[in-house]
């Protein structure tokens, strides 16, 4: 059997009448395609519900799964308290889900659970469903702060799990769209909101799923979704299938956008494994961006790879440009892999013999050393793009109005704390932002006074 049909759907509680109060009415093709795809569930009756929900504990770097045998929740928080769910899991499922996911070196597992109350990303979608099918197991998953194409990787090891225990399996995306669409909606307007919308839905229309590795998660943020990885997780589930895709609806009078879509499976398709073409194309992108480096990032690239693959700190290559040689300044190396931040580690001033060292030095500790990630590998050395900042002096300014975000970075100081962000970074368009961003790099509280400085930077691709 295996994964028969996925849903997007997403979880407004005014949706549910004793919540609304006729509130739900002003989001009449929601409820109306909510209403359907509870019947076509009901029709297709599953042995088991996997439902991704972004309100479920959220992990940095680990997919929490809910253990135990059963749970339930009730919507308290919105009002309601007397409308209570209750959920039976497939233990089994859980089981071999989480073998197959060790398996495969895969983040996940039931650890870590702090409340097994049903989250309303849950509830939401089971009160339809429920009216039309209750002899299902459910299992309940979150996402994380992983890459999207982990998140895939997940879809494929539930898409394995049910195909191995020859479970009837429906799978359920619970997840909003952007919540910044009006000035007066729940975070205000951002014009990241309405367009992602439009790209997510069209994407989810057509299940073009290869696309939905394609967003930025800076984009991503500034849009305010809610749904995009357990969209993924989805998307990762129906991984080598056919699929008769269904958009559905798409509303957003309230400033949240709601999108509903189905995906009825149909048999299997080799040319829709998705990951595998997303990847193959960060591999040619990293070639072309090789085949245009100069020597400054030229050299951060061989100094990394050859560490990461033997231990060993390169010498000096010859040939370098004189520049590199006779002069000396702070360096910044920054690793990036598929658009996300791998690594970035830099020297103010100048703590080396030439630029070139300082250049060795910094790769080196940017691609084994940034505390905030774990060390690179040598299997993603042929996704990574490098680039590397030469830094100019450094100049003590008096006011914010001396900056220019895509001009000049920025060094914060306050006593002992200082903090730097480099210029022109995607996703960093004003001079407020930079600040506060460098305040919190330091410590220091948003509010507080500091000493700005200013400097320019040479940036080598």
């Known amino acids: 059997m295996g994964i028969t049909a996925a849903f997007m759907v997403p979880h407004p509680p005014l949706i549910v009448p004793d919540i609304g109060r006729g509130q739900e009415q002003i989001i009449p093709n929601t409820t109306e395609s909510y209403q359907e795809i509870a019947r076509r569930i ?43 769910t209750e959920a039976v899991y497939d233990t089994e499922f859980v089981k071999k889900l989480c073998a197959l996911s060790e398996r495969r070196n895969l983040p996940a597992g039931t650890l870590g659970e702090r409340t097994p109350a049903l989250d309303h990303g849950t509830m939401v979608p089971l009160y339809f469903v429920n009216r039309h099918w209750r002899d299902y197991r459910l299992v ?47 975070y205000g307007y951002q014009k990241e909101g309405p367009e992602y919308d439009e790209r997510i839905m069209e994407v989810m229309g057509n299940a073009d799923f290869d696309r939905l590795l394609e967003f930025s998660e800076d984009f991503c943020e500034k849009a305010g979704e809610c749904g995009h990885r357990a969209f993924t997780i989805m998307a990762g589930a129906l991984d080598g299938s056919q699929v008769e895709a269904e958009r559905l609806s798409y509303e957003g009078p309230l400033g949240v956008g ?35 480096e ?80 774990s060390p690179v590998e040598q299997e993603e050395l042929d996704r990574l793009t490098i680039s590397v900042d030469i ?40 001079v407020e932002e930079q600040i506060a961003i460098a305040k919190r790099k330091a410590g220091i509280d948003e509010k507080d006074p500091v000493q700005l400085e200013r400097f320019e930077v040479v940036r080598h691709y």
């Open 140 to 186: 309940r998953i979150g996402l994380s702060a992983l890459p999207f194409t982990t998140h895939y990787e997940l879809g494929q090891v539930i898409r394995q799990t049910a195909s191995s225990l020859n479970r009837k399996t429906v799978v359920i995306a619970s997840g909003d769209l952007s919540h910044r669409l009006k000035e007066d909606g729940p």
């Open 258 to 292: 709601y999108g509903i879509c189905s995906y009825k499976v149909c048999g299997d398709d080799p040319g829709r494994h998705f990951k595998e073409i997303y990847e193959e194309k960060a591999r040619m992108y990293t070639r072309r961006c090789r085949e245009q």
């Open 294 to 373: 100069d020597a400054y990032v030229r050299l951060a690239r061989r100094t990394i790879e050859s560490y990461v693959r033997t231990g060993n700190i390169i010498s000096l290559p010859e040939k370098l440009p004189r520049e590199m040689l006779r002069h000396r300044a702070g360096v910044f190396v920054s690793i990036k892999k598929e658009g996300r931040l791998r690594g970035c580690i830099g020297t103010l001033q100048a703590t080396q013999p030439s630029v070139a060292e300082e250049i060795i030095h910094n790769a080196i500790s940017a691609s084994v050393n940034d505390p905030r990630f």
């Open 391 to 430: 830094l100019g002096e450094m100049e003590k300014i008096s006011s914010a109005d001396a900056l220019d975000v895509k001009r000049y970075g920025v060094v914060v100081t306050k006593g002992p704390k200082r903090g730097l962000l480099l210029p022109n970074l995607e996703g960093v368009e004003t």
């Open 42 to 84: 009901g029709q297709l009756q599953p042995d088991t519900i996997v439902l991704l929900t972004p309100h479920q504990i959220m992990y940095t770097d680990y997919f929490h799964i809910s253990p135990g045998e059963r749970a339930e929740g009730d919507f308290g928080q919105f009002r309601a308290g007397h409308l209570k």
